[in-house]
């Protein structure tokens, strides 16, 4: 252990032969031995350091230990430092108490016997030693607190982020056939507890394929996010979009009041989805239009399980197609894809 690290111990005495004789009793101490001779000496000793421990003699004149210890009690700088006062062996009882309300711990009578001296510095050394590693550990551990909410806190926005990840299409940013899944096992048994009704809307864009072919891949990633783009924009807010793959969407709307209102939307989808695109890609320009062919199936009114809607709104898309494309339709139980 460095002096640097020593615990320091203060003693205040006016008289130097005594605090000679303090000194030659501290020497198996191990700590940092001070001394003041005065009251004000010793108070401006404590401004410069952190003391374990001050041996304060009570008889002083000009300012007695009672004064100093009163003004190193009042100071939140020093109030917490443990202070023994060593006076006369005829204290009495009044005294006694007038030291420990002015915040003494102990008292040591002279003349100062050895052992006493010795075994309560240790004490008040011991103490200090215990309450600056507590005070190390404390610290360590709240620095370890604030790295695990840190870490914590990482971990959440790391797999917020994977599970989004997992969940939306990475070009156009909407849900994609995983969060469709859930979502619409979501919705159907939140309508099913509370009575309510929903629709399925399957969207396939016409002439996609066409777009890709001239202007390539680059420019039709383009269109995709312009599309997906009209979606957003066009949907009520509680209803959701995604992209199931390639040039496929789904839209479900929620607390739907009949079906002439899911219909009305795929006509408005329709209409905003074939307005011409002007897009971007590298240094090429181009000013290309779709259609939109679009099936929609109702809960409860076409069926009650997930798989049956996706296939109802499937088929009546896929009608759609067969009958000349841009356009929407109300799925029926009774429709069949032809050849199945």
Known sequence: ??????????????????????????????????EAR??????????????????LDVQMPDMDGFEVASLLNNDPNTCDVPIVFVTAA?????????????????????????AVLLSKVTVFLDLHISKLRLKVALEELEKRNRQLEVEIEERRRVEKQVRHMATHDALTGLGNRILFVEYLSRVRSHA?????SFALLYIDIDGFKQVNDKHGHGMGDKLLCAIAQRLRANLR??????????????????????????????????ATLREPYVLSHGSRNATVSVGASIGVAIYPDHGTEEAELIRLADTAMYQVKQQGKDGVRLASPRLLIPGS
């Open 90 to 114: 005829y204290l009495d009882d009044i005294n006694r108490l007038k030291g420990y309300t002015f915040g003494a711990v102990d008292y040591i009578a002279k003349p100062i016997n050895d």
């Open 38 to 55: 005065s009251g004000n000496e010793a108070l401006a000793l404590c401004l410069d350091h952190r003391f374990a421990l001050i041996l």
């Open 192 to 196: 099913e507890r509370h009575g309510k």
């Open 237 to 270: 807010h509680e209803d959701f979009a995604v992209r199931l793959s390639g040039d496929e969407f789904a839209v479900i709307m929620v607390e739907l009041a009949d079906a002439d209102v899911a219909l009305q939307q795929g006509e408005r989808l329709c």
């Open 1 to 34: 252990m460095t002096t640097e690290d020593l615990p320091k111990i203060l003693v205040v005495d006016d008289v130097k032969a005594n605090l000679a004789s303090m000194r030659r009793l501290l020497t198996p101490v191990r700590a940092e031995i001070f």
